[in-house]
């Protein structure tokens, strides 16, 4: 991002002494966001969702006298649609450039009550802030931005849609390789969970999904920022996206007014962290399914190592060279079933990477293959856990606690659907000894 001297909104920017002279003081809008960048993976899709509301727009109005900015809540139906004809109509340049996670605008607008007209600054802090986490002029692949405003409230009150328009525009000037994708559609009141529940499963998902196919065989990554926003809206999102295994970005002051010294803090909690089931040692647990799962997969890896280990680049067996060619990194999973007596039974896969163009098939999978290839009629009400192990490569090195793709996470989330005693199992090594269950 350019410097200050070099940024071509900077002409646009009030100077201290404009400021002070036009009743505005407007200083440098946060500092650098305080949580390192955001790691960007390579081959993998990034995609922000982030729900706009009141507090991603405040409006900064001076006074007569020079004097320190008053920081106002905005009010959405009059202001942000006043500040986007101020941005639109009078051809002012917000800072949508500035390396800050804070972008503001200035100029001069009618007042909502009479034809009188009077300072008005901005500050668009929110999103500029979550963005700000990825490494110096980059970005996440996708924004998909959600907002409360319902399609067929009268558009110049919808002021949601206004500031959705001004953050579309940041977003376009300052990562022009990132697409914006700005979901409408939302019936009735967003105070209403039953409005907004079908917004969110017929508008919303959709769209990922359609960002998810589209990223295979690539890995597909969503970060989700409800930082502001109804109740419903929050929850629905933070509901309909861990099939999606979302991270979260919190900012612990998003509904306080922005700071013009001090940087916006902005926490980012993974999905593995926030649905981080409790290890525990397998000698203490008295499940008989994980009992089961950890037997079973103690004496599968056993053999499984065996057969690994004869298998390298001089010897005579395609499990290396073809079978696994692609990572190298053995996975093992067993599926425990129950029949109509009660009893308990486990049925084994393993992971196939041949590196061809019809994919992969993971180990989860191969285990719910081999199951039903053997009882036809198996139903997934008798499936009762899914036990995963990742196996040390030709280096040793290994993934405690593997759990499953998105793929294999949707196939399985199928089954629980109609079986809420189903599980994953995770285990931390070939041993068998350590394990975390997590539920679905």
Not at 146 to 158: G, I, M, V
Not at 216 to 236: H, R, Y
Request: some cysteine; charged content about 20%; overall charge neutral.
């Amino acid at each position: 991002m350019p410097n200050h001297n070099d940024d071509p909104a900077a002409n646009h920017r009030p100077s201290p002494e404009r400021a002070a002279a036009s009743g505005l003081q407007v200083q440098t809008v946060m500092g650098a966001a305080e949580q390192p960048a955001v790691a960007k993976k390579a081959g993998t899709v990034q995609v922000l969702v982030h729900n706009i509301g009141h507090h991603d727009l405040w409006l900064l109005r001076g006074s007569p006298k020079p004097m320190p900015v008053e920081i106002l809540f905005s009010r959405m139906q009059e202001d942000s649609a006043r500040v986007l004809r101020l941005v639109e109509e009078r051809g002012l340049q917000p800072d949508l450039t500035a390396a800050i996670p804070g972008v503001y605008g200035y100029g001069r607008a009618q007042r909502a009550s009479s034809s009188a007209e009077e300072d008005v600054g901005f500050v668009l802090s929110l999103l500029p802030a979550a963005l700000a986490t990825w490494p110096e002029s980059s970005g996440p692949d996708h924004v998909v931005m959600t907002y409360s405003c319902p399609q067929a409230r009268d558009e110049a009150k919808a002021g949601t849609r206004e500031v959705a328009l001004l953050l579309r525009r940041y977003v376009n000037s300052r990562l022009p390789a990132t697409t914006v994708h700005l979901i409408e559609g939302l019936a009735s009141s967003p105070f209403q969970l039953d409005a907004v529940t079908p917004y969110i499963r017929d508008r919303v998902v959709p769209c990922l999904e359609r960002l998810q196919r589209a990223a295979m065989p690539g890995g597909f990554e969503v970060i989700l920022s409800a930082n502001t926003g109804t109740p419903p809206m929050v929850q629905g999102l933070a509901s309909a996206l861990a099939r999606f295994r979302a991270t979260a970005m919190y900012i612990p002051s998003a509904k306080a007014p922005p700071s013009l010294r001090t940087p916006l803090k902005v926490e980012h909690q993974s999905w593995a962290s926030l649905t981080q089931a409790p290890v525990t040692d397998v000698a203490q647990v008295t499940d008989p399914v994980v009992q089961l799962c950890a037997n079973e997969l103690r004496a599968y890896a056993q053999a499984y190592a065996a057969a690994f280990a004869q298998s390298g680049p001089d010897a005579d067996s395609d499990l290396q060279a073809f079978w696994l060619r692609k990572s190298l990194k053995p996975v093992l999973a067993v599926l425990v079933v129950r029949d109509e007596a009660g009893a308990l039974a486990a049925f084994r896969g393993c992971n196939l990477e041949p590196s061809m163009p019809t994919g992969s098939l993971c180990a989860e999978r191969s285990a719910i293959a081999q199951a039903l290839a053997t009882r036809p009629s198996l139903k997934r009400s008798q499936i009762l856990a899914a036990g995963v192990l990742g196996m040390p490569n030709p280096k040793g090195d290994a993934t405690p606690f593997l759990e499953p793709c998105g793929v294999c996470h949707e196939w399985l989330s199928k089954i629980a659907e109609v079986n809420n005693e189903f599980r994953v199992v995770l285990f931390q090594d070939r041993r068998c000894e350590r394990v975390s269950v997590r539920w679905l």
